[in-house]
Structure formats: C-alpha cells, structure tokens
T-cell receptor
C-alpha cells in the first residue's frame, strides 16, 4: 500500500454535469499530480500541484481544474463532462527531496473510475 | 517532445519462463528519468524502478532486471522465472528533469499474462 487514498472508487455522471474527485496524499508529501487513464492506454498527465499552487499542466482544457489543501489533500474538478472524460483518474503524491528538488518517486492511489453517460 | 513506445501490446508466457518487456523512448533533454510501473487488476500503479540518464548501470532486484542503453534509447525490463502473480500491465515512463512541474509521459503499456 502506498498510503494514497482516493474517493469515490466509482462514479457515474451524465454529460454536461460537473464532478469532484478527491485524493489524500501520503503523509508529508507536498506534491500531488493527477492523471487520466483511458481504457487500454497509459496514464496521461493532467496537472501537478506543489504547496497549493498549480505547478505544471498537460494537454487538458481549462474545464479540468484542481485544488490542493494545506493538509496535502487535493481535488480534481471537471466541468461540463463529455463522454470522452470516462476514464480512471489517478492521483500520485511525491515528496520534495534535498535542496528543493523533486524526488521523482511518485506514489499512486487506486484511482477513481468515472463513467460519463 | 518526449515519447515512450512499448511495441508489445500483450505477451503470454508459461510460468517459470523468462520474459523481456521492451521500452524505447525519445527525448531532447540530456537529463531525464526513466521508470517502470506495474498495474495489477486492482488498478493501483506500483513503482518498480527509477533510473536517471547518467546512470547506465544495469540493475537487478530479485527476479527483476533492467537494461538501460542510451545508444539505442531503450530501457528494457526482464522478469526471470515468471510467476502467475506477475500478471499485470507494465508501463514504462519518462520524465524530463528541470525542477517542478515535471511532465511524466507513460507508454501505452504491455499486458503480461503468466499462465500456470
């Protein structure tokens, strides 16, 4: 177990709705990344948060947004859901290493399976 | 732009056979990190190894070994004496260095089935 938890496990939404997915990072980890994994594909980087600020973003539209809280938990929000948003959403936490450099070792949660109908 | 290719979509082996999973990457950076992750049916990605671009030494960990060759931009993963519990999807990933906001790029994955 990595100590990273995500909720809910599964979720079904209708096209056009909004959804919030939650992640609780491993204790002390100050960096969280979110990934989208479509069926049969590798995870795709959505964005990363470091100390509550967005710190990098992949090729996803602005309707994908996030928050990171002081207790290092985080949220992924998706507005105006589309059918193609159906996927497994993974969060991964990591810890700042020596001299402020990232350790690059990410610990993944079990994911939230989102189905958009 | 960075890219990771895993040409083998699916592999089936019989228990105790050795199996090698291929990974080829593309990057313009001279400093980068390569990873292998295992994703069992439960869905959680399990970290297996990280290798930086300056360390071409091969690594062995139990039944697992990794062969990093910069000359061919490959980072192959071998499982010796495979077991049924090794059945999973394996992902190779690349991260270019440069501080925070690193953009991890995963390959499409190789589904390994180990038959009893």
């Amino acid at each position: 177990e990595t100590g990273v938890t995500q909720s809910p496990t599964h979720l079904i939404k209708t096209r056009g709705q909004q959804v919030t997915l939650r992640c609780s990072s491993q204790s002390g980890h100050n960096t969280v990344s979110w990934y989208q994994q479509a069926l049969g594909q590798g995870p795709q980087f959505i964005f990363q948060y470091y100390r509550e600020e967005e710190n990098g973003r992949g090729n996803f539209p602005p309707r994908f947004s996030g928050l990171q809280f002081p207790n290092y938990s985080s949220e992924l929000n998706v507005n105006a859901l589309e059918l193609d948003d159906s996927a497994l959403y993974l969060c991964a936490s990591s810890l700042e290493g020596l001299a402020g450099q990232p350790t690059y070792e990410q610990y993944f949660g079990p994911g939230t399976r989102l189905t958009v109908t | 732009a960075q890219k990771v290719t895993q040409a083998q979509t699916e592999i089936s082996v019989v228990e105790k056979e050795d199996v090698t999973l291929d990974c080829v990457y593309e990057t313009r950076d001279t400093t980068y990190y390569l990873f292998w992750y295992k994703q069992p049916p439960s869905g959680e990605l399990v970290f297996l190894i990280r290798r930086n671009s300056f360390d071409e030494q091969n690594e062995i960990s139990g039944r697992y070994s990794w062969n990093f060759q910069k000359s061919t931009s490959s980072f192959n993963f071998t499982i010796t004496a495979s077991q049924v519990v090794d059945s999973a999807v394996y992902f190779c990933a690349l991260s270019e260095a440069g501080g925070y906001g690193q953009n991890f790029v995963f390959g499409p994955g190789t589904r390994l089935s180990v038959l009893p």
